[in-house]
């Protein structure tokens, strides 16, 4: 398969930077609860070099999975990059001795984070570097001042190309845009939690690219059995209808599904093709609802 025949085509995240919608998210690369290496080192550099084989050219990673195990399996799998691929990474975050989430949005932080992602990764530059703010699925609506600038700053040394934002709201991208330019956010939306419709439109307005995360998370057991319901209507299973009603959603969204298994990413990768009709988009947002 080639980036041609991937669902969804292509998206310019920004000026010579073009990606497959049908990106890669490296997290279930680490070992359980991102933390640790993987069971199967050798079946996770299988996984990566398959996805360039299959014609991804968006990969989506942080030094803090692990931390810094799956950067340096990313490294071994497929350094020399090709010149295709867009490895997209995040900071603000760090990993304690246990494997807590600790923020780490200090400008000496995330300097620090863009150098180790620099070294892990094997790389002179960062193609995105995406500021991570919030909790786990929502914005905690303070000021990004402080750490943007200081990732604005490592983008005129050379060392960024482009910088994106996760799990902000509209304010908070506002107050970064009022800074510089943006690539791309990358914020919890899906079929189900739906909270970003109105920042997914006004992205898409500007040709910002949206990246949801986590396609099937937070159902509720009724949603989920909705959700089922019309995936066995289209013979097809709960997360290839997640996966391709994002892709119908709006045109700048780009997906990260992750697997650590060869097999999940070719299941990943035909799933997103579902073709869903009118019907079926009714069905899904009454999910929603």
Not at 179 to 200: E, K, M, S
Request: some cysteine; overall charge negative; charged content about 20%.
């Amino acid at each position: 398969m080639s980036e041609a025949n991937l669902p969804g085509g292509k998206f310019d995240m920004a000026p010579g930077l073009s990606v497959t919608r049908m990106g890669y998210g490296a997290m279930q690369l680490a070992g359980p609860g991102v933390f640790g290496p993987p069971k199967d080192r050798a079946e996770a550099i299988a996984v990566l070099r398959e996805v360039v084989e299959c014609g991804i050219t968006h990969v989506d990673t942080s030094d803090y999975y692990g931390p810094f195990v799956t950067n340096e399996i990313i490294k071994e799998a497929l350094h020399p990059y090709p010149e295709s691929l867009h490895i997209v990474t995040k900071v603000g975050t760090r990993r304690d001795a246990e494997g807590h989430w600790i923020d780490a949005r200090t400008p000496p932080e995330l300097r620090r984070a863009v150098h180790e992602n620099l070294d892990h990764l094997g790389l002179q530059v960062l193609d995105v570097v995406n500021l991570r703010l919030g909790g786990f699925a929502s914005a905690d609506g303070a000021s990004l001042a402080e750490p943007f600038a200081a990732l604005v700053e490592l983008q005129s040394q050379g060392l960024i190309r482009h910088i994106g934002l996760s799990t902000v709201n509209a304010e908070q991208i506002s107050e970064a845009q009022s800074i510089a330019p943006i690539a791309c956010v990358q914020n919890f939306y899906n079929v189900a939690h739906r909270g970003d419709d109105d920042l997914v439109d006004s992205l898409a307005e500007q040709g910002i690219a949206y990246v949801p995360y986590f396609p099937l998370g937070g159902f509720s057991t009724l949603q989920s059995s909705e959700l089922e319901a019309v995936a066995t209507r289209l013979g097809a299973s709960p997360l290839a209808v997640a996966l391709a009603w994002l892709l119908q959603r709006s045109p700048n969204i780009l997906l990260i599904p992750g697997t650590s298994t060869r097999a999940h990413l070719r299941e990943n990768i035909a799933g997103a093709f579902v073709e869903l009709s009118e019907e079926d988009l009714a069905d899904i947002d009454r999910i929603a609802a």
